[in-house]
């Protein structure tokens, strides 16, 4: 409750400090005062240690607080037992088990007001003259396109310019979040007052003079595509039959038969975003960005748009920020060195080699990498890949499995393993 109510006191302050801003029917913009500024980070601050103390609630209530052996395995009576003393059997379990797993699979409809539709309307109303566009892709469906212009001098409205930047969002990244707005904040480290006004991409670039498009890859959001059997519409449009029958449909629709994006349908939406914002928006300096696994459909998207000769000269600059070399690499590092077979072998026809199509887009273009990443580790990131595949394997026409764990060299392993020594001083020979 204390936290419940210096939230609210927060609330209360900054409405009747902010309230000339709030009130202002003008429509021109004016700077906030210091004193507001203060109050609404007091607020982002209660706020967020009320959301981090919910969350260690909701966490703790999950434990087991019953009684129980401590180590070993458990046998079929110490599983009874707890069961008994409820008043449950085994059947009990099950259906409680299959309780928690099936909202997983079939998520029941939200009820509360504070989803994505209400972080697009903050979103939408912080930037004016933003819009949403409708794209068709080729293979059936559309994407949701949201379209952000550069920021107009004071008294002027915003328009669509000839600069534009193309966003493709990394993992989990939606458009609905990508303009700082949500719990998690923005993509850009604040300043060291934290005060900075720029918290994500987006604010950077409309503040350089660019225009910016967002979009959701089809399988995301409110973009969509068509799965087999013709299956697939946008969220939302489903009529939702509930009932048992109902959950079945949805489950076995959403697995055998719903659309599943595929890095082949990133780099499809990224291309046909790109030329539709070429095309029929007009837009003669285009720059690509992508975050992450942003990478995948960026660096196609240039490579693509490179070597045509309509669009190669409106096509300014890539980069490709903090992605990977191939999501191979990735999972050998993070999971372990069997991980990138069995990616293999459970997607084989899936093609992360974002080495390849970095390195072909003939464009100027740039790699961003943090050293210190906790998941795309140093030796997995696009930037050690190209290093390998020039120093390495130079000459070799693919980039594909670059970046994989290898095995140390047999020198190397001699020396250690079985004469304890240096490298230079074990006696095979380097050849």
Same mark, same amino acid.
């Given at each position: 409750?204390q936290?419940?109510?210096k939230?609210?006191?927060a609330i209360?302050?900054?409405?009747?400090?902010?309230k000339?801003?709030?009130?202002?029917?003008?429509?021109?913009s004016?700077p906030?005062?210091m004193?507001v500024?203060m109050?609404?980070n007091?607020?982002?601050?209660?706020?967020?240690?009320?959301?981090?103390f919910?969350e260690?609630?909701?966490a703790?209530s999950?434990?087991?607080q019953?009684?129980?052996d401590?180590?070993g395995?458990?046998?079929?009576?110490? !599983?009874?037992?707890?069961l008994e003393?409820r008043g449950?059997?085994?059947r009990?379990a099950?259906?409680?088990g299959l309780?928690?797993?099936?909202?997983?699979?079939?998520?029941p409809?939200?009820k509360?007001?504070?989803?994505?539709?209400?972080l697009?309307? %903050?979103?939408?109303?912080k930037?004016?003259?933003?819009r949403?566009? /409708?794209v068709?892709r080729?293979?059936? =469906?559309?994407i949701?396109v949201i379209h952000?212009?550069a920021k107009?001098?004071?008294g002027?409205l915003p328009?669509?310019?000839k600069k534009?930047v193309l966003y493709c969002?990394?993992?989990?990244?939606?458009?609905e979040?990508?303009?700082?707005?949500g719990?998690s904040?923005g993509n850009?480290?604040?300043?060291s007052d934290?005060?900075t006004?720029?918290? %994500?991409?987006?604010?950077f670039?409309?503040?350089?003079?660019f225009d910016v498009y967002l979009f959701?890859?089809? =399988?995301?959001?409110?973009?969509y595509?068509?799965?087999? %059997?013709g299956?697939g519409?946008?969220?939302?449009?489903e009529?939702y039959i509930?009932g048992?029958?109902?959950?079945?449909?949805r489950?076995l629709?959403?697995?055998?038969c719903?659309?599943?994006?595929t890095?082949d349908t990133?780099?499809?939406?990224g291309?046909?975003?790109?030329?539709?914002?070429?095309?029929q928006l007009?837009?003669?300096t285009? $720059?690509?960005?992508?975050?992450s696994i942003?990478?995948?459909?960026a660096?196609a998207?240039?490579?693509?748009?490179?070597?045509?000769?309509?669009?190669?000269?409106k096509?300014?600059l890539l980069i490709c920020?903090r992605?990977f070399?191939? !999501?191979?690499?990735?999972?050998?590092?993070?999971v372990?060195? /069997?991980?990138?077979?069995?990616i293999?072998a459970?997607?084989?026809?899936w093609?992360t080699?974002v080495?390849?199509?970095f390195?072909a887009?003939? %464009?100027?273009k740039?790699?961003?990498n943090?050293?210190?990443?906790?998941?795309?580790f140093?030796?997995?990131?696009?930037?050690?890949?190209?290093a390998?595949w020039?120093?390495i394997?130079r000459g070799?026409c693919?980039t594909n499995?670059v970046? /994989?764990?290898?095995e140390a060299?047999i020198?190397?392993r001699?020396?250690?393993?079985?004469?304890? $020594?240096?490298v230079?001083?074990?006696d095979?020979g380097?050849?």
């Amino acid at each position: 409750m204390q936290k419940v109510s210096k939230v609210l006191s927060a609330i209360d302050q900054l409405e009747a400090q902010a309230k000339p801003l709030l009130e202002n029917k003008s429509g021109n913009s004016q700077p906030a005062s210091m004193s507001v500024l203060m109050v609404a980070n007091a607020l982002g601050m209660a706020a967020s240690e009320l959301r981090d103390f919910v969350e260690s609630l909701m966490a703790g209530s999950g434990r087991d607080q019953g009684d129980g052996d401590e180590g070993g395995d458990p046998d079929d009576d110490s !599983l009874r037992r707890p069961l008994e003393e409820r008043g449950g059997t085994l059947r009990d379990a099950v259906t409680s088990g299959l309780s928690s797993i099936l909202p997983m699979l079939d998520p029941p409809l939200g009820k509360s007001i504070f989803g994505f539709d209400l972080l697009r309307g %903050c979103m939408l109303s912080k930037y004016r003259g933003s819009r949403q566009i /409708w794209v068709k892709r080729e293979d059936g =469906g559309k994407i949701d396109v949201i379209h952000i212009p550069a920021k107009a001098g004071i008294g002027s409205l915003p328009r669509p310019g000839k600069k534009a930047v193309l966003y493709c969002n990394p993992n989990a990244g939606l458009i609905e979040v990508a303009a700082g707005i949500g719990l998690s904040g923005g993509n850009l480290d604040p300043d060291s007052d934290g005060s900075t006004a720029e918290k %994500c991409w987006t604010d950077f670039y409309t503040n350089a003079g660019f225009d910016v498009y967002l979009f959701n890859y089809a =399988g995301f959001g409110r973009s969509y595509g068509i799965g087999y %059997c013709g299956v697939g519409k946008r969220g939302g449009d489903e009529v939702y039959i509930p009932g048992a029958l109902g959950r079945i449909k949805r489950i076995l629709q959403s697995t055998f038969c719903g659309f599943k994006p595929t890095p082949d349908t990133m780099r499809a939406d990224g291309l046909t975003v790109a030329s539709h914002i070429i095309s029929q928006l007009g837009v003669e300096t285009l $720059v690509i960005h992508g975050e992450s696994i942003g990478g995948v459909a960026a660096s196609a998207t240039a490579k693509q748009l490179s070597q045509s000769a309509l669009t190669k000269d409106k096509l300014a600059l890539l980069i490709c920020d903090r992605t990977f070399c191939n !999501l191979e690499a990735v999972a050998q590092r993070l999971v372990g060195g /069997w991980s990138g077979y069995a990616i293999r072998a459970l997607t084989p026809l899936w093609s992360t080699d974002v080495a390849n199509d970095f390195i072909a887009a003939a %464009c100027p273009k740039i790699v961003a990498n943090d050293s210190a990443d906790n998941i795309i580790f140093d030796s997995a990131s696009l930037k050690a890949g190209i290093a390998f595949w020039k120093e390495i394997h130079r000459g070799a026409c693919s980039t594909n499995g670059v970046g /994989w764990m290898m095995e140390a060299p047999i020198q190397y392993r001699m020396a250690v393993d079985y004469e304890n $020594v240096s490298v230079n001083g074990e006696d095979f020979g380097i050849p």
